[in-house]
């Protein structure tokens, strides 16, 4: 793999971001931007080996800068909703900002979508690495912990784009981390991903309230619109009525993943029929996040200059289960001092 480093302009008109073009020798490229650690663009060849860019996203810092709804982003601290923007760990209440309605979503007011990261090529397995590194000062966003964070992307000559997350803390914190790729795998602006097929290794999801906050159960999906274990079309059932796909206006689900263990295991496998494409999702999170893009509005304008409209893009966020640090039932997102959290996913392409 290599990679190659290019201007992409300036924050707050004086700390430089870079564009980083990783490519790998099957005709794979990535590029990568270190504000906010952005997946700017991913393009993988469809069934005729056409190269096609499957993530939805703008050709400038400008247009991020405007304001984006996570576009290929790193999201952090806190992946996914906290409750009221409040917790208690050891005795100690915190408050983070309350901007989802009541609740706290994705990392707050400016979370790690919206930093700039220290940027670094280093050596991988696979050939140069692109590694991201970021210290969330004590307090930030109301977060307990200076909290030293580092990403690495990958892409290897398989065609993955690999993710892997790393972070220490000096205090109690809570700490889930993920990555906001929306994606069509027909290639991005063309039109929405409901034909898209997809499995999802998960026999239970987690049923939300009006809020989207978890409710604390992890529901089995037999039976209901949200069973995906064996392949489906996205859109087959959206719009089924289901209670669940009310409160959501779609997907917006946390789903278990089934695993005996904390390995590596596939958790999704997508499919496109028009072009062939197939993604599979590798990670050792517990859980994975599909969202289908319904708060889309066809107010934001893509690379090719085609509106993103409703349903346009799907998410597959592997994470811990939403609103944990409240659900002493939920496997823990808190790192202690002297603890490395630690946290892989990888996006595989190939076509069938
Ligand atoms: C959430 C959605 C939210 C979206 C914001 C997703 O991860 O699950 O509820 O609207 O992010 O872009």
Not at 18 to 44: D, F, P, Q
Not at 106 to 123: M, N, S
């Amino acid at each position: 793999m290599t990679i190659v480093k290019q201007d992409f302009g300036c924050v707050d008109g004086e700390k430089p971001v870079h564009l980083y073009t990783l490519k790998n020798s099957n005709g794979c490229e990535a590029r990568i931007t270190n504000y906010g650690g952005i997946v700017v663009s991913l393009t993988v060849p469809d069934r005729t080996g056409k190269p096609g860019d499957v993530v939805l996203g703008f050709n400038t810092l400008e247009e991020y800068l405007k304001g984006h709804p996570y576009f290929g982003a790193i999201i952090g601290r806190y992946g996914n909703r906290i409750a009221q923007g409040k917790f208690t760990l050891d005795g100690v209440a915190y408050t983070l900002a309350a901007n989802n309605n009541e609740n706290h979503l994705h990392g707050g007011l400016k979370g790690f979508d919206k930093v700039v990261w220290q940027a670094e090529i280093v050596e991988g397995q696979d050939g140069d690495a692109l590694a991201l590194s970021y210290l969330s000062k004590d307090g930030e966003e109301g977060y307990p912990g200076n909290l030293s964070v580092k990403v690495v992307y990958t892409l290897s000559d398989d065609n993955q784009l690999r993710i892997d997350y790393a972070a220490t803390t000096d205090k109690p914190a809570v700490v889930n981390l993920t990555n906001h790729a929306y994606f069509n795998l027909a290639g991005e602006g063309s039109g929405d991903i409901l034909g898209h097929e997809i499995m999802l290794n998960a026999n239970r999801f987690i049923p939300v309230n009006a809020g989207l906050i978890p409710t604390g159960e992890l529901r089995p999906v037999k039976g209901t619109s949200l069973d995906f274990t064996k392949p489906v079309a996205i859109g087959a059932r959206i719009d089924s009525g289901d209670e669940q796909l009310r409160l959501g206006r779609g997907y917006d689900h946390c789903f278990v993943l089934n695993r005996e263990d904390s390995s590596v295991t596939l958790a999704a496998r997508v499919y496109e029929p028009t072009t062939g494409r197939v993604m599979e999702v590798y990670t050792d999170q517990p859980g994975v996040q599909l969202y289908t893009g319904n708060f889309l509005d066809g107010s934001k304008v893509g690379k090719r200059g085609i509106a993103y409209g409703y349903r346009n893009g799907f998410c597959l966020e592997t994470q811990h289960f939403p609103d944990s640090p409240n659900k002493a039932h939920f496997p823990t997102t808190v790192l202690r001092p002297g603890q490395t959290y630690s946290s892989h996913t990888s996006y595989r392409f190939s076509v069938r």
